[in-house]
């Protein structure tokens, strides 16, 4: 067999076998790999001249391998891959070079094998099947000389008292494990996995039960249809069939029997809450009213002031005193925008239309930072509540993460559903918020299946008045994950998809592992993986491997793209569980880790946390985010207390330590230019059971619907997504030819570039560059659609067809005008290169609406105190701060008014050629002026263009600094808008922000909120081809040619 020979080193990745082969360093070193493209072929890569040739091996109908060698050579076939090396060991047979010295498999960190000693069985009441193979593992793993399946159970009846039981069950179990059991292990071997004897065994036992079934089920059959749906006849009498049929086991009708009693609950329950008008579904669901005390900042003096939200009535009243009059409030059509204070945490702004369409900023102080988040909460899900949308654009989700050391979890959980604890928590206000999905994951879970989910249900049943509807559950041993959502998202998800990747000894055993949920939500793709990782101090480095593997082999998701991990899999992808990654300190810290958790001191023991260094390094989780933690370390805790951590084990060896650490994480990675919040990270500090505190993170989420256009087709112009002048940059010594491939969900199918040219190639490192323009059609034109989509782009070897790296780009970020991008290529985990290049957008007409999520905003505070000499920092001619400019949804108060006519003039002074040059700017230009920046200031997660001139372009709210954004004039003067003033000085560009000295006049505000055209937008440039879009709720920006400064 192939896995015994020396040159074979199984689905090692690619860029491992490049690094054994230049390790050898030697013509003619090779190996042989798995195929990454091409299930059950191989990759044979061979060293020559310091490259890495690789060569496809295929099998055929009839299971023959061939390689697919240089044309011109006759094809050779081979039974076994030994006859195939043993053949290419001579020259001229097509290949670079002939084989001569086979690269040896490297061994297994010695770590590896000290995790051997007590593997945790799974629990017992798993389903069978699994339960089977999970123990079936360990034996074969652990005990290769294990002893006969006779000895062991005769050696176990010696201890097991059955004075208890009946002489019948007492000889029948006898009978079946001293000899019947030696007969279901051959059939076993003999290929029949039914255990016939142990269902004999079974059915004698449970005699009396199954009697007592067949009466039983048909009764409860019988309630079942009386409270089920009357649409469903076929179903009651699917159901009578089974009463009837005795000779299904005992565990299947024991099954139907609790199926069907939790079903007679449910609905029972459901058509009782309906009845008297108590329904939890997000449109009923009833959240009271809630007072906030604040201070209201009003020419210099602060006043207290009373604000109360009434979530179901749609109000936000403001009054003097707490129990006063509630004659002033504003409807939740007439509040426009929320802007958080960066500086003052504490600090809100409301943005609300008063009278004859003018709008009012006014300014809150809370108590605290809880208080506010818990207001601002309140007031998104009164939007969203009263918004009239058919669909969600953005959703709530709800990730717990929690070790539960194989012990029952206490009777109230409900605090880490609240997220209520230590770190980010939610305020009690927010509590009867409930979150739309739910996903929980458990490591360590002593629970069966059912009973842990009915236990979630019935708490959030208890905290929501909600019955959540369960997505899907995937169990690995002790690794669970389960996924709820509301009843009425039922319908909105689809395409669900679970599974799970073992990475315990030898990658075998399921103690150690993953298990994943993925859906699609509308038309957005979420992934939720929960793992847990290697234990111990010392063994960082087997959890990076964990990570990669579970990254490789975890099948979620949609299968067209197959080049793509999970990492590019999914709009959104969470990754949770105990990763174990410890604080890595010598044992002897241990009284000073304990002393600086008491004091809060956690930044210093964060440096020190190994998922920070190894994520810092590069070694894992890539281009992941994670709130900043603010809780203290989740374990080692002193079981039914959280006063002490138990960071000693006495072993046989000696003392271990478990210094306290920060083992549970969430993590999350997302496309570029997606909208995510989030709004709390912490842990419990009540649920006890465990060594380990239940961990939470509550997030935002930006959702697209399953879109309709509602252009008329006959007269909708086709779009196009133009991508130009890629160049990628790939960390690889391959000689070989590359092309691209591009995927995305608006395409039909997937595009498959020409071949690039080979330009530069280093040690290390090879330049490719794509030189032909590509042009891609999307399915639907229309740019409501279109601007959410994404671009995943593979750069594929044309020898192997196997990725080189994989990245993505937002199609928002060519919204305006051709746009440059820098992004970084990954695979299985690893940094491979970068990919530089530009796209351009054309779409049709249309204007895309208002996103909830953009109610909510966080405030640039530089502009807010009063400028000084010199200073240009974010002010507008009024004092504004410009982050109030850029959301839809509400006038300019001020702002740059611009005008077609302006915005046309601009593109004017753009010729094709420095549209497509890239002319590379001057290092310093100080007389050039900076075009007036509109920046759309949105949560974007992910980075994918060169960083722009900071003090040209203010930097929007995004977890990433160099967001995807169009380009400005390079080399072309900028021809003034009105805003300067209201006057346009012709032939010359304005003064910089900070030479103005004389006072501009104000325009006087309006509210723009149901007009098409808003004046705080700059008009995009007509594209060739494309008519202007009439789209009133994005920001935008001259268009830039050049490269942006360094």
Not at 124 to 145: F, K, L, Q, T
Not at 345 to 365: C, G, S
Request: with cysteine.
């Amino acid at each position: 067999m192939s896995s015994h020979q020396p040159w074979y080193h199984g689905n090692i990745t690619r860029s491992m076998a490049e690094d054994l082969l230049s390790k050898e360093a030697k013509d003619g070193s090779f190996l042989l790999r798995d195929s990454e493209s091409i299930q059950g072929a191989y990759a044979l890569c061979v060293l020559y001249q310091n490259c890495v040739y690789t060569y496809r091996i295929l099998p055929n109908e009839e299971k023959k391998l061939s390689v697919q060698a240089s044309e011109g050579v006759p094809i050779r076939f081979f039974s076994v891959l030994s006859d195939l090396v043993e053949a290419y060991y001579k020259e001229n047979m097509g290949l670079v070079t002939h084989l001569q010295y086979p690269v040896q498999k490297e061994e297994e960190p010695e770590e590896e094998p000290e995790a051997v000693s007590v593997p945790p069985l799974p629990p017992r009441n798993v389903p069978a099947n699994e339960s089977r193979e999970s123990h079936a593992d360990p034996g074969r793993a652990i005990e290769p000389s294990r002893p006969s399946v006779l000895d062991s159970y005769h050696q176990r009846l010696q201890l097991v008292d059955m004075s208890h039981i009946s002489e019948e069950h007492q000889k029948a179990i006898q009978d079946y494990f001293c000899s019947a059991v030696s007969l279901d292990a051959d059939q076993v071997q003999n290929g029949n996995p039914t255990l016939p004897n142990l269902k004999k065994l079974v059915m004698t036992i449970c005699k009396s039960l199954n009697s007592e079934i067949s009466r039983t089920l048909p009764v409860l059959e019988t309630v079942q249809k009386l409270v089920d749906q009357p649409q469903s006849p076929g179903g009651g009498r699917l159901r009578g069939q089974l009463s009837v049929d005795s000779s299904q086991s005992v565990a299947f009708r024991l099954e139907q029997i609790t199926k069907l009693i939790y079903s007679i609950e449910d609905k029972t329950k459901n058509a009782v809450f309906e009845s008297v008008g108590y329904d939890g579904g997000h449109r009923k669901s009833l959240i009271p009213p809630v007072t906030f005390e604040v201070k209201l900042d009003s020419l210099g003096i602060s006043n207290k002031m009373f604000l109360k939200v009434d979530v179901e009535g749609g109000k936000v009243y403001f009054k003097k005193s707490k129990d006063g009059p509630e004659d002033k409030y504003f409807v939740h059509n007439k509040i426009l925008q929320l802007v958080k204070s960066q500086k003052m945490q504490t600090k809100l702004v409301i943005v609300v239309e008063t009278e004859k369409e003018k709008t009012q900023r006014k300014e809150f102080v809370f108590n605290d930072t809880k208080k506010r988040e818990g207001f601002s909460q309140l007031l998104q899900q009164m939007k969203n509540k009263h918004s009239g949308k058919p669909e969600p654009d953005m959703i709530s989700v709800f990730v717990g993460t929690w070790n539960m050391g194989n012990a029952n979890p206490p009777h109230n959980i409900s605090s880490w559903f609240q997220s209520k604890g230590q770190g980010k928590t939610r305020d009690d206000t927010a509590n009867h918020i409930p979150h739309d999905i739910y996903v929980i994951g458990t490591q360590e879970d002593p629970l069966g299946e059912k009973e842990w989910i009915d236990t979630v249900r019935s708490t959030l049943r208890d905290i929501t008045n909600i019955s959540f509807k369960q997505v899907a559950t995937q169990t690995l041993w002790n690794i669970r994950i389960v996924v709820l959502a509301k009843p009425e998202h039922e319908n909105r998800i689809s395409h669900v998809f679970s599974d799970s990747v073992k990475t315990g000894i030898a990658n075998a055993l399921g103690n150690k592992g993953a298990v994943g949920v993925s859906f699609m939500f509308n038309g957005t793709s979420f992934g939720f993986v929960n793992s847990h990782l290697t234990s111990g101090s010392e063994k960082k480095f087997r959890r990076n491997q964990n990570y990669i593997s579970i990254l490789r082999f975890l099948n979620l998701g949609d299968k067209k793209v197959n080049p793509f991990d999970i990492t590019h899999r999914f709009t959104h992808l969470f990754w949770l569980g105990d990763l174990n990654y410890r604080v890595d300190l010598p044992p002897g810290e241990a009284e000073n880790i304990v002393t600086k958790i008491k004091q809060q001191q956690y930044q210093e023991l964060l440096s020190r946390d190994q998922l920070n260094i190894e994520k810092g390094s590069g070694n894992i989780f890539l281009d992941y985010e994670e709130e900043e933690i603010t809780f203290p370390p989740t374990y080692r805790f002193e079981r039914e207390t959280r006063e002490r951590y138990a960071y000693t084990k006495a072993k046989a060896t000696g003392t271990k330590y478990n210094l306290p650490s920060w083992c549970d994480r969430v993590l999350r990675k997302s496309y570029p230019m997606v909208h995510v919040a989030c709004h709390s990270y912490g842990c419990t500090t009540d649920i006890m059971t465990s060594d380990h505190s239940p961990v939470f993170a509550t997030f935002d989420v930006g959702v697209t619907s399953q879109f309709v256009s509602k252009n008329d087709p006959t007269k909708d112009s086709q779009g196009a997504i133009k991508f130009m002048n890629c160049v990628a940059t790939l960390m690889t010594k391959s000689k070989t030819k590359f092309f691209i491939e591009y995927h995305s969900s608006c395409l039909e199918k997937f595009v498959k570039g020409p071949d690039g040219e080979n330009q530069d190639c280093r040690e290390g490192f090879i330049k490719v560059r794509f030189g032909t323009q590509v042009e891609l059609t999307p399915i639907i034109a229309d740019p409501e659609y279109l601007l959410d989509q994404h671009i995943l782009i593979s750069i594929k070897s044309a020898d192997s067809d196997e990725s080189y790296g994989e990245t993505c780009v937002a199609l928002r970020s060519a919204e305006i005008a051709y746009t440059e991008f820098d992004v970084i290529l990954t695979h299985h985990g690893e940094r491979t290169g970068t990919l530089t290049g530009g796209i351009q957008l054309r779409t049709s007409e249309g204007k895309q609406t208002e996103k909830l999520y953009d109610f909510i905003k966080v405030g640039d505070d530089s502009g807010a105190s009063k400028g000084k000499s010199g200073d240009n920092s974010n002010k507008s001619e009024d004092g504004q701060p410009p982050e109030m400019f850029d959301n839809p949804l509400y006038g300019s108060m001020g702002k740059a008014r611009c005008g077609k006519d302006q915005e046309i003039s601009r593109k004017d002074h753009l010729s094709p050629s420095e549209i497509f040059a890239f002319p590379k700017p001057p290092d310093s230009d100080s007389d050039r002026v900076p075009p007036v920046p509109t920046p759309r200031n949105r949560s974007f997660t992910c980075s994918e263009s060169k960083p722009q001139n900071p003090s040209s372009v203010p930097t929007a709210t995004s977890s990433s600094s160099s967001s995807l954004q169009p380009l400005s004039f390079t080399k072309k003067p900028v021809v003034p808008s009105r805003s300067e003033g209201g006057m346009i000085m012709s032939g010359k560009p304005p003064l910089p922000m900070k030479n103005r000295q004389d006072p501009q006049p104000q325009l006087k505000p309006r509210d723009y909120r149901d007009s098409s055209e808003l004046p705080c937008k700059i008009r995009p440039p007509t594209r060739p081809g494309q008519p202007l879009p009439k789209d009133g709720h994005h920001e935008t920006q001259p268009p830039k040619t050049g490269r942006p400064l360094k």
